[in-house]
Nanobody, 120 residues
Framework: QVQLVESGGGLVQPGGSLRLSCAGS????????MGWYRQVPGKQREFVAR???????NYADSVKGRFTISRDNAKNTVYLQMNSLKPEDTAVYYC??????????????WGQGTLVTVSS
């Protein structure tokens, strides 16, 4: 069994910064791509950023230049540094990863989500 646990969400004023973390645990052999998605109540979950095992990244146009995704493979952890936050960034942020277990099965896994609220 594997799981992803996010942390770092909270309330921040417009223009502020937050750093989200997502740590994988359990019977992990290796983790390939890791990413962040977000969802506002009543709307579909949307892509935010992704990083592959080699460190290549891509971002949604709405966050380019403001958000930075990174990872620490030794800790099975992915980060999302969010700067210049806007009220429209308010959402529940979810971590996602393709995890190969020690039993050599590959699971697309989601975290439980962490709430980010951008408001004055």
């Amino acid at each position: 069994q594997v799981q992803l646990v996010e942390s770092g969400g909270g309330l921040v004023q417009p223009g502020g910064s937050l750093r989200l973390s997502c740590a994988g645990s359990g019977s992990i052999f290796t983790i390939y791509a890791m990413g962040w998605y977000r969802q506002v109540p009543g709307k579909q979950r949307e892509f935010v950023a992704r990083i592959d095992s080699g460190g290549s990244t891509n971002y949604a146009d709405s966050v380019k230049g403001r958000f930075t995704i990174s990872r620490d493979n030794a800790k099975n952890t992915v980060y999302l540094q969010m700067n210049s936050l806007k009220p429209e960034d308010t959402a529940v942020y979810y971590c996602n990863a393709d995890i190969t277990t020690t039993a050599r099965s590959t699971l697309n896994t989601w975290g439980q989500g962490t709430l980010v609220t951008v408001s004055s």
